[in-house]
């Protein structure tokens, strides 16, 4: 990602002053564009990417159960009185592995 957002400043600095500069070739131009359309693309498919990760990951958590070391957390009456009112919200902390 460091890269990435290294590479697009470059980019960004390179079509100002390419747009500041006078006698510079629209082929000049249409090239630093369509690199940054290009390092677009590589930044959407990374981020596509590791959406497509967390969601495997979120969708794996949901799917776990008590047994897998899940266990109920309650609020204490003040903060249930002001936050969950109804008590349809259920809190769960994962007890004895550690959760990454």
Same mark, same amino acid.
């Given at each position: 990602? *460091?890269?990435?957002?290294? %590479?697009?400043?470059?980019?960004?600095? &390179?079509?100002?002053?390419?747009?500041? $500069?006078? #006698?510079?070739?629209?082929?000049?131009?249409?090239?630093?564009?369509?690199?940054?359309?290009?390092?677009?693309?590589?930044?959407?498919?990374?981020? *596509?990417?590791?959406?497509? %990760?967390?969601?495997?990951?979120?969708? &794996?958590?949901?799917?776990?159960?008590? $047994?897998? #070391?899940?266990?109920?957390?309650?609020?204490?009456?003040?903060?249930?009185?002001?936050?969950?009112?109804?008590?349809?919200?259920?809190?769960?902390?994962?007890?004895?592995?550690?959760?990454?």
């Amino acid at each position: 990602m *460091e890269m990435m957002r290294k %590479e697009m400043q470059s980019l960004k600095r &390179k079509m100002i002053t390419m747009n500041g $500069e006078e #006698g510079d070739s629209e082929e000049d131009k249409e090239e630093v564009k369509a690199q940054a359309r290009l390092a677009q693309r590589r930044k959407a498919k990374e981020c *596509e990417k590791l959406a497509a %990760e967390i969601e495997e990951w979120a969708m &794996k958590i949901l799917e776990e159960t008590e $047994e897998d #070391g899940w266990k109920e957390v309650t609020c204490n009456k003040m903060m249930r009185g002001s936050l969950n009112p109804t008590e349809r919200t259920k809190a769960y902390l994962k007890v004895g592995d550690l959760f990454y």
